[in-house]
């Protein structure tokens, strides 16, 4: 069983099994690390950078679902007027192998500790209906290396605000940046959550600022290890 299975077992949950939001929280916040904490703030921070740009949320690697429904939930206190689109795209199902090499032991070791399954997309959308959120969500399964350019090919209007980027291997982030990064506003924010991680998405990054001539700078928040991001110019 992974270590955050064992974890969840010892968690609060109500008469019917399900996890207690308000005891969750509590035991949350008394057995999680800084860095966790670090990551919620940094979310919250980088989305407060994107208000008042026109264009679109969207994320490319949902994996468990938390950090889309943290932006989701983000999205519902800063835009009640519903008028920012979230867009997650996934597999929705079991993590492929990787081809870069260098890839291969990172990611042995995401599988051990978190498991090699995406939450399904149906499973997420129940989710987001249950708690009012799922108007203005779109969850488009598939390998993004076919799926993005498809969905994009059918909005060709879209622009984006903000995107997240936590795609772990090489070839699917480097085919996220080719098909996400021509359409985010200026001033935008693309957030990498892999850069320090997984060596091919950082390799996918450099590779991308480099060949585009981009002079965008990698930042990151001084509180946080992670992620890093950048602000189009």
């Given at each position: 069983?992974?270590?955050?299975?064992?974890?969840?077992?010892?968690?609060?949950?109500?008469?019917?099994?399900?996890?207690?939001?308000?005891?969750?929280?509590?035991?949350?916040?008394?057995?999680?690390?800084?860095?966790?904490?670090a990551k919620f703030l940094a979310h919250a921070?980088?989305?407060?950078?994107?208000?008042?740009?026109?264009?679109?949320?969207?994320?490319?690697?949902?994996?468990?679902?938390?950090?889309?429904?943290?932006?989701?939930?983000?999205?519902?206190?800063?835009?009640?007027?519903?008028?920012?689109?979230?867009?997650?795209?996934?597999?929705?199902?079991?993590?492929?192998?990787?081809?870069?090499?260098?890839?291969?032991?990172?990611?042995?070791?995401?599988?051990?500790?978190?498991?090699?399954?995406?939450?399904?997309?149906?499973?997420?959308?129940?989710?987001?209906?249950?708690?009012?959120?799922?108007?203005?969500?779109?969850?488009?399964?598939?390998?993004?290396?076919?799926?993005?350019?498809?969905?994009?090919?059918?909005?060709?209007?879209?622009?984006?605000?903000?995107?997240?980027?936590?795609?772990?291997?090489?070839?699917?982030?480097?085919?996220?940046?080719?098909?996400?990064?021509?359409?985010?506003?200026?001033?935008?924010?693309?957030?990498?959550?892999?850069?320090?991680?997984?060596?091919?998405?950082?390799?996918?990054?450099?590779?991308?600022?480099?060949?585009?001539?981009?002079?965008?700078?990698?930042?990151?928040?001084?509180?946080?290890?992670?992620?890093?991001?950048?602000?189009?110019?």
């Amino acid at each position: 069983m992974p270590p955050d299975a064992k974890r969840a077992q010892g968690a609060p949950k109500d008469s019917k099994g399900c996890l207690d939001p308000f005891a969750a929280e509590n035991y949350f916040y008394l057995h999680c690390t800084p860095d966790r904490v670090a990551k919620f703030l940094a979310h919250a921070k980088l989305y407060e950078m994107s208000l008042g740009l026109p264009g679109h949320f969207a994320e490319a690697g949902v994996f468990k679902g938390a950090s889309f429904c943290r932006f989701r939930k983000l999205g519902r206190l800063f835009h009640p007027d519903h008028t920012r689109r979230f867009i997650g795209f996934d597999i929705f199902g079991k993590f492929p192998p990787a081809e870069y090499g260098p890839d291969k032991q990172v990611l042995d070791i995401l599988w051990a500790s978190d498991g090699d399954t995406s939450i399904t997309r149906q499973a997420l959308l129940l989710l987001l209906k249950d708690q009012g959120l799922a108007d203005n969500v779109d969850l488009v399964e598939g390998d993004i290396r076919q799926t993005l350019p498809h969905y994009l090919k059918e909005h060709q209007q879209i622009s984006f605000a903000i995107v997240n980027i936590d795609l772990d291997l090489y070839e699917a982030t480097a085919a996220a940046l080719e098909n996400l990064f021509p359409l985010v506003v200026r001033g935008g924010i693309v957030i990498l959550d892999d850069y320090e991680g997984f060596p091919g998405a950082k390799r996918a990054v450099d590779e991308y600022l480099a060949t585009h001539k981009r002079q965008e700078r990698l930042l990151k928040l001084c509180f946080a290890r992670s992620p890093s991001y950048l602000i189009k110019e």
